[in-house]
């Protein structure tokens, strides 16, 4: 026994050992080791450079020649292969039998069963062996069984995985499939997130015996193309199958009119990229196949396409070598050339010129040597691209290989038409194609394995794990398990469904196990979320300051012994004699100057009288009033009656009909009610100015004007009085300033409210007088009363008034320091509390 | 459409209508322009009138519709509205026909219906007023608060005139607060009330302030 | 022209310069310290409370006509109003407004309308109707009583034109153990209020409503033009006081009068 260095501790281990004893790394050559071991350094090709050229195809002059080396056997890498399967299958409806017409005529059918494993429907990729198989015998694929392909990982969502998961994602659905048709089918998934219906699949369905090949294309949804994200690298696993070498013999030939129709979707592809701008819009559309429109080429070139040789196979697939953009690319991406540099397994290169020839570096020979057996030969091909080559490629590729229609053999046009360098940045930020990411991470051999940190599987690797195991990382038990069947994830099992989490319960969704490292504070963070989720659920009574609560006993003991003394008071106040109140000079009163006025009036002299005060006041209001409207009556005036409230009218009525019933003066004859006058101040002044204009009519509709009360009278100034009764003090100051200014000779005099006094007093004080006299409330009407020597109503209703009043005051007085003291108390208790506090 | 026409236009309206009153306050040879919009206002507020009684009625239907608590309070205003119309009407027609007034049924709704609740409501006021008072040292016990406590009760013993609360003295004070601190106050409050009003007219006049939805 | 009309005049003309002036040097009118009003504190207190519970506000205007001088406290509280409706147009139930005048009225169903309009957010079925409760004090104050007493009023704001019939809508706000912030132009009205109300506004305070709650720039130089003019008119008393002091305002009306 032979003792084997762990490559990651550098301790001996048995050589039957697959794992390191100590650091459990495996002990095997990993795949980037093995597949460095099958392409020596020196022979390894520069597989950067053809990235240069397949994406930065501005630099090369001569894009047949790129097409040439791509297809260079020596240089062939697996990622051109594919690229081969990409572009060559549409023109054989067999992959792999026009595969090995095109490429190694003469190969043998062993390398064309490789190729026809490619088209293996019924290989599950959860069934494939591990991809370094791939030029190795099965027998040592169990050997590699630590990175099967079951646990790839989806990293590649739909938008962003390359035309290689595509293809491969259309491989392992479709039987008969070739992987022009595996490479279609997402791509015209995406073209139809980007064209109208009636350009998408329609077209693809190829004619005659293609037909059932192309119907999976029809049928392909995301949900197959994402389930097969996880399988990134089923094409190595493919490639491993031998058994598949008699069906893949090819049995069809195409013809012209077939693989027309099979390539519309290159043409489609063709005019979407006609410019620049839509290949950049459309985000949908593959990277790669950003291609400047080229014409479609004739079907008969493409039946010559099948039968040219390997070495004829055009060579637009190979990448210069020296492409310095793309190396500024992977610079910038802290990458070398040879980091992204897949391992290109020498047998490619060898088996192409002959299995026997060849020697591989790999560690088990024979292993090898039954690869190198199986290895295709189509690989094998001109080191240098011929002139001739970009006739060898089929028309409806040559728009890859930037051949314009109309340009010249050897004018070349970018066929990865690539608009910018942060394009680069953005293609490969975040979404570098596994491919590309594998062989970043294990191109050369031993720098390659210094890179591996010990333990951690390479990248491209990692790109292999299937979706079902990469979901049981989140801790999800089995029962959890969820299928997506919408969105770029549509078809991989076990991922988040994130509508469904949103509509669970919270409290519910909190108490899945998970199998998480939480920390401390972590945990803290939990239960403050939960306790906030929690809280919010839970009704939470705002304490607003507690309103001062009604007093509900001291209003109704208010109210009832103000009703009780005030109407025992006017049932039996009669009895009681009531001195009258005090006053001072009667000349210089208010109440003596409008008595003196009304003595001057002489009989059928028009007198105008406001009624403007609410029904509330009546009862104020009739007894400040009747005293005055008694002596107007008295002294034989014509009266006039007006409101600017809508009631006043019937309240001046109701008024003459309570009051001054013994006076029994009539309606148009010794007064006339002129009615409600709207418009407030504005319609009192307007009365002022023209008051036959703006009442024509009085309250029943007969002619005010003629009527004797208004006969003589024109103008506002023709009445000899005028005496406002009202109960507001905002009206009584209108009738002031709107129309107290205006008269001349006539006085104006008022009958108020007592709340009204202090606000007219100034005008009956001031000089110019505006107010000649007034009355105010029931006090001044005893007064006035007095002075006429008829006591009327202030005298029936001055004793109840002033038991009202003592009732008040003691009422006020008494609650009002009841509720002081309360209040001190109150605030002395709330300061005591808030001390303790 | 409309509000982008109807902003300029009913701003314009009012702004112009404004300042042609206001204007006819002081040069008075634009006063017959004057009264030509104050007859037209006069129109419009009677109009208005109508318009908001038609209003009352058809917010008090859609409430009897609902099925509020409050919907048998709308039914009841309903019914006695329309009845106090008929009454007025009959009452205007029996005045035409008679050629005598004759408005009995509308003073009898008016004496023995509206008269009585309304009175009783500002009795009522007199209660709620003599409770405020009471109440006011409760609510804010402050120095204004106290001050309007005892002003309140000095004005109403200076109102009394029967013994043994007839004291000359308190009659003395109760004039001498009428006729300086009530008025002075008043007037200074008035004062302030005339400057937001002008204020509130200019801007109206401005147009800054649209309460016609200009 | 008579004196008072000239005085008028240059009145109306001066304020009309000094409002133009102060909106125009008041560029930061946020900045701008007024003097504190608890009363619009309130409001926009009970607006957020009012949009956080689901409640409403209730705005009664009052029955003030347009046609006189107690238009100016109708057109102040039609500004509240509008701000209120404005502040809380997020709310699941916006301010419910009422009136005693036909005009105002026909005025607060415009401005309601124009407002919600303006948030875009206008639906009749739901908004406030600024419907006409009553045309006479006490019947408006009755109707304006089931309003108040609606379980989902949480704050009532009386701005406008009220006589003693307030005491009947403060007293009904008292009851419902919700805050009432009233105010208007009548002096009698306002001793009420101040006895009365929970958070009263006082004299011209009612008019400075459109810049307490954020109306504009015109509205905070209203206020700056009614200070000035207020330093005008003290200034003239005192003077006419020490000149009457003095004798010389009898000197002054001579001359005035021409008989010198």
């Known amino acids: 026994m032979k003792d084997i260095l762990c490559p990651t501790c550098g301790r001996p281990n048995s050589d039957n050992q697959e794992f390191c004893n100590y650091c459990y790394t495996q002990l095997g050559p990993d795949e980037s080791s093995r597949l460095d071991d099958l392409l020596p350094p020196e022979e390894t090709p520069d597989e950067s450079s053809r990235l240069d050229d397949l994406l930065q195809p501005e630099e090369t002059p001569d894009e047949a020649s790129r097409l040439d080396d791509l297809l260079q056997p020596e240089e062939t890498p697996d990622e051109i292969s594919r690229l081969d399967d990409l572009l060559k299958p549409e023109e054989i409806p067999d992959e792999s039998s026009r595969l090995d017409d095109l490429l190694q005529p003469e190969e043998t059918p062993d390398e064309a069963s490789r190729l026809d494993d490619l088209l293996q429907p019924e290989e599950s990729p959860f069934e494939t062996p591990p991809t370094d198989g791939i030029f190795t015998s099965e027998e040592e694929t169990t050997d590699h069984s630590t990175m099967p392909d079951d646990q790839a990982q989806p990293e590649i969502s739909s938008d962003e995985t390359p035309p290689e998961d595509d293809y491969f994602t259309a491989e392992e659905t479709l039987d008969e499939t070739s992987p022009l048709d595996d490479l279609s ?18 077209d693809e369905t190829p004619e005659a015996d293609l037909t059932q090949q192309t119907e999976p294309l029809d049928e392909f949804d995301l949900d197959q193309m994402s389930s097969g994200f996880g399988e990134d690298a089923g094409w190595f696993d493919m490639l491993q199958d031998s058994d598949s070498t008699e069906e893949s013999e090819p049995e069809v030939v195409p013809t012209p009119t077939e693989k027309k129709s099979e390539t519309d979707w290159l043409e489609r592809i063709k005019r979407l990229n006609k410019s620049g701008e839509e290949v950049e819009d459309d985000s949908s559309f593959p990277d790669w196949l950003s291609v400047t429109g080229k014409k479609e080429q004739e079907p008969t070139e493409e039946s010559e396409e099948t039968e040219t040789p390997a070495e004829e196979v055009p060579g637009w697939l190979q990448m210069d070598e020296d492409d310095t953009a793309v190396r500024e690319f992977l610079r910038k991406k ?27 570096s790999i560690p088990d020979k024979e292993k090898v040597e039954t690869e190198h057996k199986k290895f295709p030969s189509w690989a094998s091909a001109e080191d240098k691209p011929s002139p001739e080559g970009i006739q060898d490629i089929p028309e409806e590729l040559q728009f890859l290989a930037g051949i314009s229609p109309d340009s010249t053999p050897g004018k070349t046009v970018d066929p990865f038409q690539i608009e910018e360098e942060d394009f680069f940045d953005d293609l490969f930020d975040d979404e570098l194609p596994s491919w590309l990411s594998t062989a970043s991470s294990g191109d050369e051999s031993l720098p390659i394995e210094h890179e591996i940190t010990p333990g951690e599987l390479p990248g491209w690797v990692e790109a292999m794990r299937p979706v079902v195991e990469s979901t049981d990382t989140t801790g999800l038990p089995d029962d959890e398990d969820y299928i997506e069947n919408y969105g770029p994830l549509a078809g991989i099992p076990s991922v988040l469904p994130a509508e469904a989490e949103l ?17 401390k504070s972590h945990q803290e963070y939990v239960n403050l979320l939960r306790k906030l989720i929690g809280e919010e659920s839970k009704l939470k009574v705002i304490k607003k300051p507690p309103p001062l609560a009604t007093q509900r006993v001291l209003r109704w003991l208010i109210a009832i012994i103000l009703l009780v003394t005030i109407t025992g008071t006017v049932i039996f106040g009669d009895s009681i004699p009531t001195p009258t109140p005090t006053d001072g000079p009667i000349q210089t009163s208010s109440y003596g100057a409008l008595y003196y006025q009304i003595e001057r009036l002489k009989s059928e002299q028009p007198v105008l009288i406001a009624f403007d005060y609410q029904p509330a006041a009546t009862g104020e209001m009739h007894t400040a009033s009747a005293a005055v409207v008694d002596h107007l009556m008295e002294q034989g005036t014509y009266l006039s009656f007006v409101s600017t409230q809508p009631t006043g009218p019937v309240l001046a009525e109701h008024f003459l009909t309570t009051t001054q019933g013994e006076n029994a003066y009539k309606h148009n004859q010794q007064y006339i009610n002129l009615g409600y006058l709207p418009g407030e101040s504005a319609g009192l002044l307007s009365f002022v100015i023209a008051p036959k204009k703006i009442i024509p009519l009085a309250f029943d509709g007969s002619n005010a004007w003629g ?17 406002v009764i009202t109960d507001d003090p905002n009206t009584a100051k209108i009738w002031i300033e709107q129309v107290g200014t205006i008269l001349e000779d006539t006085p104006l005099n008022m009958v108020v409210s007592a709340q009204v006094e202090p606000l007219i007093q100034p005008y009956f004080r001031s000089s110019p007088q505006l107010l000649s006299g007034y009355v105010s409330g029931v006090i001044d009407s005893m007064k006035y009363e007095n002075l006429m020597g008829q006591p009327n109503l202030a005298n029936k209703t001055w004793l109840p008034f002033n038991i009202g009043i003592i009732i008040s005051v003691g009422t006020i007085f008494i609650g009002g320091l009841a509720n002081g003291v309360m209040s001190l108390f109150s605030r002395h208790r709330a300061r005591q509390i808030g001390a303790r506090l | 459409m409309n509000i982008k026409l109807k902003a300029p236009i009913s701003t314009a309206i009012a702004i112009g209508v404004g300042i042609v009153v206001l204007a006819g306050y002081f040069i008075p040879s634009i006063t017959n322009i004057r009264f030509i919009l104050l007859r037209t206002g006069l129109v419009l507020a009677a109009v208005a009138l109508l318009v908001g009684i038609i209003n009352l009625l058809t917010v008090h239907i859609k409430k009897m519709g609902s099925e509020g608590e409050n919907s048998g309070y709308s039914l009841i205003l309903i019914i006695t509205l329309l009845v106090t119309l008929a009454v007025g009407i009959i009452d205007m027609l029996q005045t035409y026909l008679a050629g005598q007034p004759n408005f009995q049924m509308t003073n009898w709704v008016f004496t023995y219906i509206q008269l009585p609740i309304e009175t009783s409501m500002l009795a009522v006021t007199a209660v709620s007023l003599t409770y405020a008072a009471a109440n006011i040292l409760r609510k804010r016990m402050d120095l204004f608060s106290i001050t309007f406590f005892f002003v309140i009760l000095l004005v109403l013993l200076g109102s009394f005139s029967v013994p043994p609360a007839n004291i000359p003295f308190l009659h003395v004070v109760h004039d001498w607060i009428i006729r300086v601190p009530a008025l002075g106050g008043a007037r200074g409050l008035l004062l302030g009330i005339a400057l937001g009003t002008i204020t509130t007219g200019i801007r109206i006049l401005m147009g800054t302030d649209r309460p016609y939805g200009g | 022209m008579s004196a008072t009309g000239f005085t008028g005049i240059v009145v109306v003309v001066l304020f009309f310069g000094l409002m133009i002036f102060f909106s125009i040097i008041e560029s930061e009118p946020k900045e701008k310290k007024n003097r504190p009003i608890p009363a619009y504190d309130k409001i926009i207190q009970e607006v957020n409370e009012a949009v956080e519970d689901g409640t409403q506000l209730h705005i009664s205007l009052g029955r003030g006509g347009i046609t006189g001088p107690e238009s100016a406290s109708a057109l102040a509280g039609l500004s509240i109003l509008k701000q209120v409706i404005e502040k809380s147009s997020v709310s699941d139930y916006p301010p419910v407004a009422s009136t005693g005048n036909a005009v105002i009225s026909i005025l607060a169903q415009d401005t309601i309308k124009g407002t919600f309009q303006a948030g875009s957010a206008y639906d009749q079925g739901r908004n406030p109707s600024g419907e006409l409760v009553g045309l006479t004090p006490f019947s408006y104050a009755a109707g304006t009583l089931t ?23 403060t007293t009904a706000g008292e009851r419902q153990s919700s805050p009432t912030i009233a105010g208007t132009a009548q002096l009698p009205a306002q001793a009420i209020i101040y006895a009365s109300a929970s958070d009263p506004l006082i004299g011209e305070e009612l008019y400075a409503g459109g810049a307490y709650l954020g109306a504009g720039k015109i509205h905070l130089a209203s206020i700056s033009a009614q200070d000035v003019f207020r330093w005008i008119i003290i200034f003239i008393i005192l003077t006419s006081v020490l000149f009457n002091f003095l004798g010389i305002d009898t000197f002054i009306e001579d001359i005035l009068a021409g008989s010198m």
Not at chain 1, 335 to 358: H, Q, R, S, Y
Not at chain 3, 148 to 165: C, K, L, M, Q
Request: proline share 10%; glycine share 2%.
């Open chain 1, 707 to 723: 009527s004797p009360p208004l006969i003589n009278v024109n103008n506002i100034g023709d009445f000899e009085m005028i005496l």
């Open chain 1, 185 to 202: 089918a997402p791509e015209d998934t995406q073209l139809d997130s980007t064209l109208p219906d009636d350009q998408a699949l329609p």
């Open chain 1, 334 to 360: 802290d990458l070398t050339v040879d980091e992204i540099t897949p391992e290109i397994p020498e047998e490619i290169t060898v088996v192409a010129e002959t299995k026997e020839e060849k020697e591989p």
């Open chain 3, 147 to 169: 309003t108040i007493r609606d379980n989902n009023v949480s704050a009532n704001i009386h701005t406008g034109w009220f006589g003693s019939e307030v005491t009947w809508l």
């Open chain 1, 503 to 519: 509509a669970l319960d919270p409290e519910k969704a909190a108490r899945k196990p998970l199998d998480l490292t939480a920390s």
